[in-house]
Nanobody, 113 residues
Framework: QVRLVESGGGLVQAGGSLRLSCAGS????????MGWYRQAPGKPRELVAR???????DYAASVKGRFTISRDNAKNTVYLQMDSLQSEDSGVYYC???????WGQGTQVTVSS
């Protein structure tokens, strides 16, 4: 059973930073594009950042310049560094492949204004 485990969420004030981590198996990380998705209450899930196995990245316009996705293939881990957080960034953040396969359980991020 494939499983991805996210960590690092929490409560932070607007303007602050958080770093999310996602760990999984080598079989998942070695061949897949990995992404961070978020879902706010009442809104659809959206892909905010993705990274290829070779390290090429892409970001949603709403987070570009504030979020940085990275990966450590040796540790089978993907990270999301989130800076200058805004209340609109609040939601459940999921790590998964691109396309989405529902392999992670999510971590809550709440930004207070």
């Amino acid at each position: 059973q494939v499983r991805l485990v996210e960590s690092g969420g929490g409560l932070v004030q607007a303007g602050g930073s958080l770093r999310l981590s996602c760990a999984g198996s080598r079989s998942v990380f070695s061949i897949n594009v990995m992404g961070w998705y978020r879902q706010a209450p009442g809104k659809p899930r959206e892909l905010v950042a993705r990274i290829t196995s070779s390290g090429s990245t892409d970001y949603a316009a709403s987070v570009k310049g504030r979020f940085t996705i990275s990966r450590d293939n040796a540790k089978n881990t993907v990270y999301l560094q989130m800076d200058s957080l805004q209340s609109e960034d609040s939601g459940v953040y999921y790590c998964d492949t691109v396309p989405y396969r529902n392999w992670g359980q999510g971590t809550q991020v709440t930004v207070s204004s």
